[in-house]
């Protein structure tokens, strides 16, 4: 399973080249509300949950993106982690 | 056509209430639901509430309210008491609904819990503010008040007003009467062919036109209304589920969202057999993902509804199945409506000749009453011609002999984006609002299937690098999310015209090889 580290560098990679195009690294921090704040919207929520799936080969389900949940890039991170251990418990 | 009758809209759900008495007639996203009497019974409690307190016919009644039971019987309740209903986001900025809501002086408004904010700043304009709750629950009128209301009732009453993005960066209210909406309800019941077993969708928020259809044609034909919340209309998966749980028989929404549906791989998992019709509107839907829907979703009817909030639908067409697999060029919006007269011509309503480009000129019953409060705008807003009133929309189309209208684009700098009619100048001037920017300038940029991108060009104020994060969040507290920009590009200065304008061609070709 990879690292929580490296999980949380691909998220940001994805931020970086996709809505946040030409923000700085540093200014997208692991905490950093990404949908309560309004910087995400919909539709960027949407391909990012598109990316993650992809990327890791887990599926989200809706309840899990609700409002307050997969807020951040710790929050998906999380989410991630989960899925992929869950995975593995169940193969 | 089977034309209803009625001079109120309000008269189609108390006819459907006789008829239909115990037919569910709307349910909600949370699956509670009223049937016609109940629903009908409500509208009476809330119009005799609006009368006690003081609203008299000709008010405006505003509510900013979530998608549910609560919003639909004080639409039905406003029209009840022979005012204007005026819904604003329930989402939105509270500044921007706050303009809304002064502009057009709403006597009485509803605001639901958790958007208070909308009602603090109002000054001395403030409107009284209502209560769903006491409203619901408030004595109907008595059989004679109601009587001598009812037999007041006239089609040019206003029925609501829709606010849309305005050229200067304030909205412009679209006066509709209730005449102006019962021809396009008439229209539809001849074209759909609705029936007390269908089973309608109702994605569009109310402030939004594409609601009158939802609202009015399935309250007429005694059919289920199935409200869709905030959160489920975004949520492509669920929404998928959903529209198979409810057995949605006709479905009305922009083409994005429709496209958002093909994505996931959704529609494979859920049987959507139910949908007999599926209508699109309010901007151009791309062929790719509108061949995909139509494979997974074969038997459905699909139908390209055009016309801005002023003309209502004025021009329709049916997508010839199947789609071929090596079209590209995106369907015609087709011919007429039955109730609507049309022209290709200059800006000065002078004819085109057949086949070339011109502006798309409407008349007809359908057509607005002017913008609320915008008597300058107003006075130069119609040209008359042989006794009728002509309406420039601002699109662009072409009249083709075998496929009718075509549209070509707009003229002006009016995007269509997630079926949201967008001006720049309007996200331009909330960007100049922000006290970090210098300069701020718009451009829209077609992107092929993901319809349209929202690039700001912005100079700071001071020599520090501007944040994109900071820069979003900003824009989420000032603008709706259809308007907030996709992407900023930061420059020290904007690049400028020979006569000092900001060069929006030099924008447009930023990024791209010359």
């Known amino acids: 399973m990879p690292e929580s580290d490296e999980l949380k560098r691909s998220v940001r990679e994805f931020l970086l080249a996709g809505p946040l195009r030409g923000e700085l690294a540093q200014n997208v921090q692991d905490d950093l509300k990404l949908r309560t704040s309004g910087i995400l919207d919909s539709i960027a929520t949407v ?19 609700g409002i307050g949940q997969f807020d951040s ?18 193969s | 056509m089977a034309v209803s009758g009625a001079r109120n809209l309000a ?25 016609y009497r109940q629903l009908n019974d409500r509208a009476d409690r809330v119009a005799a509430y609006l009368i006690a307190r003081g609203v008299a016919p000709g008010d405006r009644v505003g509510f900013c309210l979530p998608k549910g039971l609560a919003s639909v019987s004080i639409l039905f309740g406003a029209m009840k008491a022979r005012a204007a209903y005026v819904p604003v986001d329930w989402q939105g900025p509270a500044a921007r609904n706050r303009s809304i809501l002064a502009d057009c002086g709403v006597a009485l408004l509803f605001v639901g819990d958790g958007r208070e904010d909308v009602l603090k700043e109002f000054g001395a304009a403030a409107p009284r503010n209502g209560s769903v709750a006491e409203a619901i629950a408030h004595a109907p009128l008595d059989a004679g008040a109601n009587e001598t209301l009812a037999h007041a009732r006239d089609g040019k009453d206003l029925a609501y007003i829709l606010y849309t993005s305005g050229s200067t960066g304030v909205p412009n209210g679209v006066m509709l009467t209730h005449a102006n909406a019962l021809v396009f309800v008439d229209w ?14 109702s994605h569009a928020p109310f402030h939004f036109d594409l609601s009158v259809l939802d609202l009015y044609v399935s309250l007429k034909h005694g059919a289920m209304l199935c409200l869709i919340g905030e959160e489920l209309g975004k949520d ?16 009305y929404s922009t083409p994005s969202v429709l496209a958002l ?43 390209n509804l055009y016309g801005p909030t002023e003309t209502n639908v004025c021009t329709f067409a049916q997508i010839p199945l199947p789609v071929a697999d090596d079209r590209t060029r995106p369907y015609p919006i087709g011919a007429l409506c039955s109730h609507c007269e049309g022209r290709v011509a200059d800006a000065r309503n002078n004819l085109a000749k057949r086949g070339q480009e011109g502006l798309l000129w409407i008349a007809g019953p359908s057509l607005f009453q002017g913008y609320w409060n915008r008597p ?5 807003l119609f040209v008359e011609d042989h006794g009728r009133r002509w309406y420039n929309t601002g699109d662009v189309v072409r009249d083709d002999p075998r496929d009718g209208l075509i549209f070509v684009g707009r003229r002006d700098r009016m995007v269509k984006r997630r079926g949201y009619r967008i001006e720049l100048g309007e996200i331009e001037a909330a960007l100049q609002r922000n006290p970090e920017l210098r300069e701020a300038a718009v451009v829209a ?33 000032a603008l709706p999310a259809s308007m907030s920009p996709d992407l900023f590009v930061f420059h020290d200065a904007l690049p400028r015209t020979s006569t000092d304008k900001v060069d929006y061609q030099a924008l447009r070709k930023h990024g791209t090889k010359a």
């Open chain 2, 376 to 380: 300058d705008v107003n006075a130069a």
């Open chain 1, 47 to 65: 391909a990012l949950v598109g990316f993650v799936e992809k990327r890791y080969g887990i599926e989200i389900e809706a309840h899990e993106t």
């Open chain 2, 188 to 201: 539809c019941s001849e074209t759909f062919k609705p029936t007390s077993a269908d089973r309608f969708s």
């Open chain 2, 11 to 35: 008269e189609l759900l108390e006819a459907s209430a006789r008829l239909h008495p115990d037919a569910i007639a709307v349910v909600a996203p949370d699956l509670s639901q009223l049937t």
């Open chain 1, 73 to 90: 890039i710790a929050d998906v991170v999380v989410l991630i982690e989960r899925k992929l251990s869950q995975a593995k418990k169940g």
């Open chain 2, 445 to 477: 940029l077609e992107d092929g299937e993901a319809s349209v991108t929202i690039r700001a060009h912005v100079s700071g104020k001071h020599d520090a690098r501007l944040s994109i994060v900071a820069l979003k969040r900003w824009c989420a507290g």
């Open chain 2, 261 to 303: 549906l093909t994505e996931f791989n959704a529609i494979e998992r859920h049987d959507l057999s139910s949908l007999r019709i599926v209508n699109f509107a309010s901007e151009v839907f791309p062929v790719a993902p509108l061949r995909r829907l139509t494979r997974l979703v074969p038997n459905a009817s699909y139908f």
């Open chain 2, 236 to 251: 492509p998966k669920s929404l998928t589920k959903w529209i198979a749980q409810q057995k949605i028989t006709l479905w």
